[in-house]
């Protein structure tokens, strides 16, 4: 089965850290961008990060810019969403996408979509 499961969300205070993870089965993620949406409550979905095959690119939102770091390790067949300083505006469903092209810090071309993990920032 092709697909993409996240993992890592959960219940942080202002200030914290997260680590999201996201895992692929079904299909080799290094052939592809990598990237990372949210969608916060009442909100569109928007990009947040994205990432190049090799990683040599990487792009972000600027609300996040400072604070996330997108990284990945193909050998293990999974990205990752470091997230620091974290602030109530973060808060959302964080969905990782994998697909054809970075243009700035959105992904296009998605080949394959996540479920989602909620990350909830609050005091």
């Known amino acids: 089965q092709v697909q993409l499961v996240e993992s890592g969300g959960g219940l942080v205070q202002p200030g914290g850290s997260l680590r999201l993870s996201c895992v692929a089965s079904g299909f080799t993620l290094d052939y592809r961008r990598v990237a990372w949406f949210r969608q916060a409550p009442g909100q569109e979905r928007e990009g947040v990060s994205c990432m190049s095959r090799s990683g040599a690119y990487t792009s972000y939102v600027d609300s996040v810019k400072g604070r996330f770091t997108i990284s990945r390790d193909n050998a293990k067949n999974t990205v990752y969403l470091q997230m620091n300083s974290l602030k109530p505006e973060d808060t959302a469903v964080y969905y990782c996408?994998?697909?054809?092209?970075?243009?700035?810090?959105?992904?296009?071309?998605?080949?394959?979509w996540g479920k989602g993990t909620l990350v909830t920032v609050s005091s």
């Open positions: 996408a994998a697909g054809a092209s970075c243009s700035g810090h959105v992904l296009y071309g998605v080949h394959y």
